[in-house]
């Protein structure tokens, strides 16, 4: 009994490791960002971003968001009306 629960432990806290060990700040996943995707459709791919701020001009909106890595890679993108404008990915 005490056995199996071990086990069962160690397998949890192996998945739970591996799983923080694939982040989605990736090259890959930058490079399937692409101009006019909404917000929502940038946070499905990258996830919620670590910052980002607002501005509204009236007839205008824009943003800037940021997603940071855990290696320190840095995903920055622009939206000019809640669609994707300017990116880059740093390393």
Do not use: H
């Amino acid at each position: 009994m005490i056995k199996n629960i071990f086990l069962r432990s160690l397998a949890l806290s192996a998945l739970l490791l591996l799983s923080a060990c694939f982040s989605k700040i990736t090259l890959d996943n930058y490079n399937k960002v692409n101009e006019g995707m909404s917000l929502t459709e940038v946070i499905n791919i990258l996830g919620e971003p670590n910052d980002s701020s607002n501005i509204n001009l009236g007839i205008a909106s824009a943003s800037s968001s940021t997603w940071k890595g855990e290696n320190g890679e840095t995903i920055t993108i622009q939206f000019v009306n809640n669609q994707v404008k300017l990116k880059n990915f740093n390393k």
